[in-house]
């Protein structure tokens, strides 16, 4: 007999977040999580003494709020303190600063270009209007076309509703939002490059396109939300690093009731009778359950855990052509003092945000070139912030951490994703001269680094090939087509198989939805106990 | 024209923003950046410091102070151990309060009282008679209050007190630097957190030393208005605000009591005569007539209420405190709303109310006031347990930490 209601399979937070809202309904639920922490790719590890890093990902900005109210995270002990500003130094020794002040903002982009400076306010305006239909598509679950089911009808009215109340000119906003590509987007804004181009790099991160490839205007979109979800404020650090994250998550779980094992790395999904019945430990240990659900992503799930001859030949090539194409690293370094930049000293409320190493569109653009051939950038494009200069908890007094997020570094390396171990150093001093050429003390700084590849980040977190997203955020795998189409709303073709991680909708982040909106499901379908 | 407290030449040229405003006549600074986010989270996160100068403070003297200040306070202090600090209220002789602040047992015959309004002559009305002389310090003594969970650690840098062993609500007298000073274990934003009282002429070496020590900490200047924020999130009332000084009120209806502004707490009834004893004793059997809550805004019907007019859900950036009506979930008045903020760490929308009391219960559905698009609507909010924000860490000793 199975004791549990669902087995979750994964620890990261949206598995965590399943849990919680399954318990929370009075599910018995028991999550199995390889690692020795919880969190998944957002995860707190003092990795040196006295240095936590978020190993991953570092900034907090679209988990929902009604998700940290639901579950009372705050209780749990998440704090999320707001990223000040976004900053941009360049290499004419000039750098532009964006903050909540918006005379300041103004003056400072005035420096580069007063109409650009005027016009974000209409641009803001646009983009509120459409993230707030955005809002609508990431905090349900993904309409299905053509499904004449009430329920899914309703949906689909809603949406068509919402799409039709923007009015003809976001409307036509909204189809351009969905095939142009970043720049062009912003190009319809804005004139300065040394604008654009920090603005363009939300359209990119974790996929393997260029600023200038179709579809990434809508992942722009997708970022943005967090950020100009200003009433939420939800757009941060958390307090501890990332991992306060889960394990505010994981506090909500156990406290309805939720099991979770650490260092319980699945080996496979039972199937009995055609429909999953369990899992099966690396250790050999059967555990038995009504339901399982796994929070990995979906070529984990479908092609590893499961014995392929449980799917049909047509999901299978669909989840095979599912592209997880990983084109992001990671640096993060134990700092001895607060380096500066020469450009603008002093640990001013640049420092405190989001710091961007994105030059010009051409920049991003040539980095992305030497990507398309299997090398990392040269010069990549990277995202910096020191959260140690807000939250003191993560480093001794007077000391720092940093983290660095760096794109392009393509799993596929053009010597093979398996060299990437020897590319590693190199691949990390590259990060440092980057970077150095703006803060010359850097080096000097530095106590110690971690480097992750992306081949790292497939064997240490778990992520095929790297992708920081489980599967990239392109329109082609999005909504009612994530992670195949049929399949976007949590249940697999194996009966009682759910995908709850950000391999699911509404894709990946530090969000939570996925794992929320699967639990709903669950929820639904089961009166009582199914 | 307000006057420059001692710390003046220091918060000034920080105070990029130019925001300031009149407490109690000296100038204060409300937030020295344009937003206060940044001083609010650092009380959440690393320390704030911040200028509480204009506090009233008052010395007693007298073998009979503690006798004295146990008859004009509700509480008794004669409870109080050598120093040990209490908070506490005090009223008329109908039980209306008059005030709230702390009294500190310096010594036998020594107390400190600290208050919000100028209380010189309440506190002498009856001095006389018990041998008792009340001097108003308020001008010659500079006051900080540090505080977040860095502020211990900031202060051990820069002190000899024994601060691990200073229990909440305690104080030592100890020297930072040459300065003599005072430190409490006190504040007003419901985190670990002292405030430090020096004589005017030490007051910038002590600003200096904690504001040089505090940086590799990430301490932040703090203005009022961040602090706002925090004694809401702490449940913590303030006189002028979310009630009013029973002497400066025109008429009885604006009077309150202890138990109606939820300080029942503070009242030791069973003892000697104390001011308005008679009339707490009668209130505390048949009940106040009304109820001091934390209530949440239902987020759901927020949202709700903003997504008619085509409109993202929007709140205030800052406490409000222009008062608000509160009605039951069909729409009658019960009460009214003093103050109230967006708790950025409990990610919830705040207000202190006054209600009936048979809505006061916590899980009460009531409903508030919203303004949106000039329209006045009606938002469900819920009555919850005060105070939102709460931490072990406000009120633990070192070893029972976990960080
Ligand atoms: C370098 C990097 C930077 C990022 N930066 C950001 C950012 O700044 N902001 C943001 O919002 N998002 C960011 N992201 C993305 C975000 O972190 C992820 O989308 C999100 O954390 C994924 O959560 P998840 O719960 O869906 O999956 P995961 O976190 O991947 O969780 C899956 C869990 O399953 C476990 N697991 C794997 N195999 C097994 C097994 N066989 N048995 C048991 N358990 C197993 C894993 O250990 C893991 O805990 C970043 C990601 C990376 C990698």
Same mark, same amino acid.
């Given at each position: 007999?199975?004791?549990?209601?669902?087995?979750?399979?994964?620890?990261?937070?949206?598995?965590?977040?399943?849990?919680?809202?399954?318990?929370?309904?009075?599910?018995?639920?028991?999550?199995?999580?390889?690692?020795?922490?919880?969190?998944?790719?957002?995860?707190?590890?003092?990795?040196?003494?006295?240095?936590?890093?978020?190993?991953?990902?570092? #900034?907090?900005?679209?988990?929902?709020?009604?998700?940290?109210?639901?579950?009372?995270?705050?209780?749990?002990?998440?704090?999320?303190?707001?990223?000040?500003?976004?900053? #941009?130094?360049?290499?004419?020794?000039?750098?532009?600063?964006?903050?909540?002040?918006?005379?300041?903002?103004?003056?400072?982009?005035?420096?580069?270009?007063?109409?650009?400076?005027?016009?974000?306010?209409?641009?803001?305006?646009?983009?509120?209007?459409?993230?707030? @239909?955005? +809002?609508?598509?990431?905090?349900?679950?993904?309409?299905?076309?053509?499904?004449?089911?009430?329920?899914?009808?309703?949906?689909?009215?809603?949406?068509?509703?919402?799409? +039709?109340?923007?009015?003809?000119?976001?409307?036509?906003?909204?189809?351009?939002?969905?095939?142009?590509?970043?720049?062009? @987007?912003?190009?319809?804004?804005?004139?300065?490059?040394?604008?654009?181009?920090?603005?363009?790099?939300?359209?990119?991160?974790?996929?393997?396109?260029?600023?200038?490839?179709?579809?990434?205007?809508?992942?722009?979109?997708?970022?943005?939300?967090?950020?100009?979800?200003?009433?939420?404020?939800?757009?941060? @650090?958390?307090?501890?690093?990332?991992?306060?994250?889960?394990?505010?998550?994981?506090?909500?779980?156990?406290?309805?009731?939720?099991?979770?094992?650490?260092?319980?790395?699945?080996?496979?999904?039972?199937?009995?009778?055609?429909?999953?019945?369990?899992? #099966?430990?690396?250790?050999?240990?059967?555990?038995?359950?009504?339901?399982?659900?796994?929070?990995?992503?979906?070529?984990?799930?479908?092609?590893?855990?499961?014995?392929?001859?449980?799917?049909?030949?047509?999901?299978?090539?669909?989840?095979?052509?599912?592209?997880?194409?990983?084109?992001?690293?990671?640096?993060?370094?134990?700092?001895?003092?607060?380096?500066?930049?020469?450009?603008?000293?002093?640990?001013?409320?640049?420092?405190? %945000?989001?710091?961007?190493?994105?030059?010009?569109?051409?920049?991003?653009?040539?980095?992305?070139?030497?990507? +398309?051939?299997?090398?990392?950038?040269?010069?990549?494009?990277?995202?910096? #912030?020191?959260?140690?200069?807000?939250? /003191?908890?993560?480093?001794? /007094?007077?000391?720092?951490?940093?983290?660095?997020?760096?794109?392009?570094?393509?799993?596929?390396?053009?010597?093979?994703?398996?060299?990437?171990?020897?590319?590693?150093?190199?691949?990390?001093?590259?990060?440092?001269?980057?970077?150095?050429?703006?803060?010359?003390?850097?080096?000097?700084?530095?106590?110690?680094?971690?480097?992750?590849?992306?081949?790292?980040?497939?064997?240490? @977190?778990?992520?095929?090939?790297?992708?920081?997203?489980?599967?990239?955020?392109?329109?082609?795998?999005?909504?009612?087509?994530?992670?195949?189409?049929?399949?976007?709303?949590?249940?697999?073709?194996?009966?009682?198989?759910?995908?709850?991680?950000?391999?699911?909708?509404?894709?990946? %982040?530090?969000?939570?939805?996925?794992?929320?909106?699967?639990?709903?499901?669950?929820?639904?379908?089961?009166? %009582?106990?199914? | 024209?307000?006057?420059?407290?001692?710390?003046?030449?220091?918060?000034?040229?920080?105070?990029?923003?130019?925001?300031?405003?009149?407490?109690?006549?000296?100038? !204060?600074?409300?937030?020295?950046?344009?937003?206060?986010?940044?001083?609010?989270?650092?009380?959440?996160?690393?320390?704030?410091?911040?200028?509480?100068?204009?506090?009233?403070?008052?010395?007693?003297?007298?073998?009979?102070?503690?006798?004295?200040?146990?008859?004009?306070?509700?509480?008794?202090?004669?409870?109080?151990?050598?120093?040990?600090?209490?908070?506490?209220?005090?009223?008329?002789?109908?039980?209306?309060?008059?005030?709230?602040?702390?009294?500190?047992?310096?010594?036998?015959?020594?107390?400190?009282?600290?208050?919000?309004?100028?209380?010189?002559?309440?506190?002498?009305?009856?001095?006389?008679?018990?041998?008792?002389?009340?001097?108003?310090?308020?001008?010659?003594?500079? *006051? $900080?209050?540090?505080?977040?969970?860095?502020?211990?650690?900031?202060?051990?840098?820069?002190?000899?007190?024994?601060?691990?062993? $200073?229990?909440?609500?305690?104080?030592?007298?100890?020297?930072?630097?040459?300065?003599?000073?005072?430190?409490?274990?006190?504040?007003?934003?419901?985190?670990?957190?002292?405030?430090?009282?020096?004589?005017?002429?030490?007051?910038? !070496?002590?600003?200096?030393?904690?504001?040089?020590?505090?940086?590799?900490?990430? $301490?932040?200047? *703090?203005?009022?208005?961040?602090?706002?924020?925090?004694?809401?999130?702490?449940?913590?009332?303030?006189?002028?605000?979310?009630?009013?000084?029973?002497?400066?009120?025109?008429?009885?209806?604006?009077?309150?009591?202890?138990?109606?502004?939820?300080?029942?707490?503070?009242?030791?009834?069973?003892?000697?005569?104390?001011?308005?004893?008679?009339?707490?004793?009668?209130?505390?059997?048949?009940?106040?007539?009304?109820?001091?809550?934390?209530?949440?805004?239902?987020?759901?019907?927020?949202?709700?209420?903003?997504?008619?007019?085509?409109?993202?859900?929007?709140?205030?950036?800052?406490?409000?405190?222009?008062?608000?009506?509160?009605?039951?979930?069909?729409?009658?008045?019960?009460?009214?709303?003093?103050?109230?903020?967006?708790?950025?760490?409990?990610?919830?929308?705040? *207000?202190?109310?006054?209600?009936?009391?048979?809505?006061?219960?916590?899980?009460?559905?009531?409903?508030?006031?919203?303004?949106?698009?000039?329209?006045?609507?009606?938002?469900?909010?819920?009555?919850?347990?005060?105070?939102?924000?709460?931490?072990?860490?406000?009120?633990? $000793?070192?070893?029972?930490?976990?960080?």
């Amino acid at each position: 007999m199975s004791q549990y209601d669902a087995i979750i399979i994964g620890g990261g937070h949206n598995g965590l977040t399943c849990a919680a809202y399954l318990a929370r309904a009075g599910r018995k639920v028991l999550v199995l999580e390889r690692r020795h922490v919880l969190g998944g790719a957002a995860v707190s590890e003092e990795v040196f003494p006295g240095f936590t890093f978020s190993v991953c990902s570092y #900034v907090v900005s679209l988990l929902r709020p009604h998700i940290i109210r639901e579950l009372d995270l705050a209780r749990h002990g998440l704090q999320i303190i707001p990223l000040e500003s976004s900053f #941009v130094p360049y290499p004419d020794g000039r750098s532009l600063n964006r903050s909540a002040d918006p005379q300041e903002t103004r003056r400072e982009i005035a420096g580069f270009s007063a109409r650009d400076a005027e016009r974000l306010d209409e641009f803001r305006v646009a983009l509120t209007r459409m993230s707030h @239909f955005v +809002k609508n598509v990431i905090d349900n679950p993904a309409a299905a076309p053509g499904s004449l089911r009430p329920a899914e009808l309703w949906q689909q009215l809603r949406l068509g509703k919402a799409l +039709k109340e923007l009015g003809p000119d976001l409307q036509h906003l909204h189809m351009q939002l969905l095939t142009m590509s970043a720049v062009d @987007f912003l190009d319809m804004w804005f004139e300065s490059d040394q604008l654009k181009a920090p603005m363009a790099v939300s359209g990119i991160i974790g996929t393997y396109l260029g600023v200038r490839s179709p579809g990434t205007a809508y992942v722009l979109l997708h970022h943005y939300m967090g950020e100009i979800d200003g009433a939420f404020r939800s757009w941060g @650090f958390a307090r501890g690093g990332t991992g306060q994250v889960s394990n505010a998550i994981a506090g909500a779980a156990r406290r309805y009731g939720a099991e979770i094992r650490t260092e319980a790395p699945v080996a496979e999904v039972l199937v009995r009778d055609g429909q999953a019945a369990g899992v #099966v430990l690396a250790s050999g240990e059967e555990i038995l359950a009504r339901n399982v659900v796994s929070n990995l992503d979906p070529h984990q799930t479908f092609l590893k855990m499961v014995d392929p001859r449980h799917f049909d030949g047509d999901f299978l090539g669909q989840i095979r052509r599912y592209k997880l194409r990983g084109s992001s690293g990671k640096v993060n370094l134990a700092l001895d003092r607060l380096p500066e930049f020469a450009c603008r000293p002093g640990d001013g409320p640049h420092m405190r %945000g989001d710091i961007a190493i994105a030059p010009s569109i051409d920049y991003l653009e040539k980095a992305y070139d030497e990507a +398309k051939y299997g090398q990392y950038s040269s010069r990549p494009y990277l995202n910096v #912030v020191i959260p140690s200069l807000v939250d /003191p908890s993560v480093a001794p /007094p007077g000391k720092h951490v940093m983290s660095i997020f760096v794109q392009y570094a393509p799993y596929q390396h053009a010597d093979g994703p398996a060299a990437w171990p020897e590319h590693r150093e190199a691949f990390g001093d590259t990060v440092i001269d980057t970077l150095g050429e703006y803060m010359p003390t850097l080096k000097d700084d530095i106590l110690h680094r971690q480097v992750l590849t992306p081949w790292d980040l497939e064997q240490q @977190f778990g992520l095929t090939e790297g992708n920081i997203f489980h599967g990239e955020l392109s329109l082609e795998q999005l909504a009612f087509l994530r992670p195949a189409a049929g399949w976007a709303r949590y249940r697999t073709p194996l009966r009682r198989l759910w995908l709850c991680g950000s391999g699911a909708h509404p894709g990946g %982040g530090i969000m939570g939805a996925p794992g929320e909106l699967c639990a709903k499901t669950m929820l639904k379908g089961s009166q %009582g106990r199914g | 024209m307000p006057r420059p407290s001692p710390f003046h030449p220091r918060t000034a040229p920080l105070c990029e923003a130019l925001r300031w405003k009149d407490w109690a006549g000296y100038a !204060a600074v409300c937030s020295y950046t344009t937003y206060m986010e940044r001083e609010y989270f650092a009380f959440r996160h690393a320390a704030g410091l911040i200028d509480v100068t204009p506090l009233c403070k008052y010395e007693v003297r007298g073998a009979r102070a503690g006798e004295y200040l146990a008859w004009l306070m509700v509480r008794d202090v004669t409870r109080l151990k050598p120093n040990q600090v209490a908070y506490t209220c005090w009223c008329d002789e109908h039980g209306k309060i008059v005030d709230d602040g702390t009294v500190w047992r310096l010594d036998d015959d020594w107390y400190r009282v600290t208050a919000a309004e100028p209380s010189l002559a309440w506190l002498s009305r009856f001095a006389a008679d018990f041998d008792v002389t009340v001097t108003d310090v308020g001008d010659r003594i500079a *006051a $900080l209050s540090l505080q977040g969970p860095r502020s211990r650690a900031i202060l051990q840098q820069v002190g000899d007190a024994d601060l691990d062993a $200073l229990r909440f609500f305690y104080l030592a007298r100890t020297r930072i630097g040459a300065a003599e000073v005072i430190v409490t274990r006190t504040g007003y934003t419901g985190d670990l957190g002292y405030e430090v009282w020096v004589d005017n002429e030490d007051a910038l !070496a002590v600003w200096d030393a904690l504001y040089d020590a505090g940086r590799p900490h990430g $301490l932040a200047p *703090a203005g009022l208005d961040a602090m706002d924020v925090a004694r809401i999130e702490a449940g913590f009332i303030m006189n002028g605000v979310d009630y009013y000084s029973a002497p400066h009120c025109l008429i009885e209806s604006r009077k309150n009591t202890p138990y109606e502004l939820d300080l029942g707490w503070l009242v030791h009834l069973d003892r000697p005569d104390f001011l308005g004893q008679a009339a707490l004793r009668r209130e505390a059997e048949t009940g106040p007539a009304e109820k001091l809550v934390c209530l949440e805004y239902d987020w759901d019907d927020y949202e709700r209420l903003f997504a008619r007019h085509g409109l993202p859900p929007e709140v205030c950036p800052y406490a409000w405190r222009d008062p608000r009506p509160v009605f039951d979930v069909f729409g009658n008045q019960v009460g009214y709303a003093t103050s109230g903020a967006w708790s950025p760490t409990m990610k919830r929308n705040l *207000a202190l109310a006054l209600v009936r009391p048979e809505m006061a219960d916590r899980g009460s559905r009531l409903k508030i006031e919203v303004m949106v698009e000039y329209v006045r609507r009606k938002c469900l909010a819920t009555v919850v347990e005060k105070p939102v924000f709460r931490d072990p860490r406000t009120r633990s $000793l070192p070893q029972h930490e976990s960080v």
